[in-house]
């Protein structure tokens, strides 16, 4: 849950010296769209400088999200 509750990705990473999970923000991605997702992820990836993370949401993804928004959540993570 970084995208409701502290700490953040960047503050997790600082605490932790292993890897930290999430930035996608599992209460919206199936409300969003495709672009939205991806620009997510990228500045997840961001905050934690691409070293030790996985992207991941705070908890389960809704069984309705478009695969549309999952695609577009793995292909930001790949391309970083």
């Known amino acids: ?3 409701r509750t ?4 960047a ?9 930290v999970a999430g930035g996608i923000d599992e209460s919206r991605i199936s409300g969003r769209t495709p ?3 991806a620009a997510e992820v990228r500045e997840a990836i ?6 030790g993370h996985l992207v991941a ?5 809704p069984i309705d999200t478009p ?3 999952i695609d577009a959540a793995v292909e ?3 391309s970083g």
């Not at 503050?11 to 292993?18: D, L, N, S, W």
């Not at 949401?57 to 993804?61: L, M, P």
């Open 1 to 3: 849950h970084d995208r």
């Open 6 to 9: 502290p700490p953040d990705l």
């Open 11 to 19: 503050g997790g990473r600082a605490r932790f010296p292993g890897a």
């Open 35 to 37: 672009g939205e997702v």
């Open 46 to 51: 961001a905050a934690t400088g691409g070293e």
């Open 57 to 61: 949401g705070g908890c389960v993804i």
């Open 67 to 69: 695969p549309a928004n």
């Open 76 to 78: 930001a993570a790949r």
